[in-house]
């Protein structure tokens, strides 16, 4: 199993500024991601953070605005730049932790408790 | 592509009583579908999960889910609810080449009455 740790839980920003949210695993994964779930809605996947090369997007977000770093394993940050109202939402880690299925190896997805940002 | 679809975003059943929550997805390869509980103020936690083999799949907290690729289903289902069984629901599913992402349905919140 993967426990999964966020900073900040929570924070209160003003438009125009930028946060990184931290997220740290406590054991070596090989996948992780960044998904956000705004306010009523579900969750939606923003990128795959790749360990020593660029993130991965998934369509309708952009590196300048959520850039991401994974400079190892088991940590990963992502950037809520340029803030507006409409990012105010929860910002969930997620990382990929080997599992045993039934005798098969295979993966188990975990996530983080989240981070809850509102833009003022 | 795939795509969730979870019927109904708010459920309400008397403690005791079935809960079923329901799930449609859409994939265009075999998925691996899942069952997400979300406490207010928590992360995510895994239910259960069907990946290959048995339909029938049995959870955490005495939730079951039945894969049903004829219907394109994956309904969760708890035969006696529970006061703790309060909290928010998301089916999600995980197809072909998207390894480890997941799409998500928008959530059952799920009440229980005393």
């Known amino acids: 199993s993967a426990v999964i740790s966020q900073k900040p839980s929570r924070d209160i920003c003003q438009r125009g500024t930028s946060l990184t949210i931290q997220c740290q695993v406590d054991?070596?994964?090989?996948?992780m991601f960044w998904y956000r779930q705004q306010p009523g809605q579900s969750l939606t996947l923003i990128a795959t953070?790749?360990?020593?090369?660029?993130?991965?997007?998934e369509s309708g977000f952009v590196i300048d605005k959520f850039p991401i770093s994974r400079p190892n394993l088991t940590f990963s940050t992502l950037t809520v730049s340029n803030m507006s109202p409409e990012d105010s939402s929860i910002y969930l880690c997620?990382?990929?932790?080997?599992?045993?299925?039934?005798?098969?190896?295979?993966?188990?997805?975990?996530f983080g408790p989240g981070t809850r940002l509102t833009v003022t | 592509a795939q795509s969730v679809t979870q019927l109904g975003s708010h459920v309400s059943v008397s403690e005791g009583a079935l809960v079923l929550l329901r799930c449609n997805y859409s994939?265009?390869?075999?998925?691996?579908l899942f069952w997400y509980v979300q406490y207010p103020n928590q992360g995510l936690q895994l239910l259960l999960k069907?990946?290959?083999?048995?339909?029938l799949v049995k959870g955490i907290n005495g939730f079951e889910a039945e894969f049903k690729k004829s219907e394109t289903s994956f309904h969760l289902t708890k035969p006696s609810a529970h006061m703790s069984d309060a909290a928010e629901y998301f089916c999600?599913?995980?197809?072909?080449?998207?390894?480890?992402?997941?799409?998500f349905g928008q959530g059952t919140i799920l009440t229980v009455h005393p």
């Open positions: 953070a790749n360990q020593g090369s660029e993130a991965t997007y």
């Open positions: 069907y990946t290959t083999g048995a339909t």
């Open positions: 999600a599913v995980e197809g072909g080449t998207s390894y480890g992402k997941l799409t």
């Open positions: 997620s990382a990929l932790s080997p599992s045993r299925d039934r005798g098969r190896l295979g993966y188990e997805q975990y």
């Open positions: 994939s265009s390869v075999p998925p691996y």
């Open positions: 054991s070596q994964v090989t996948m």
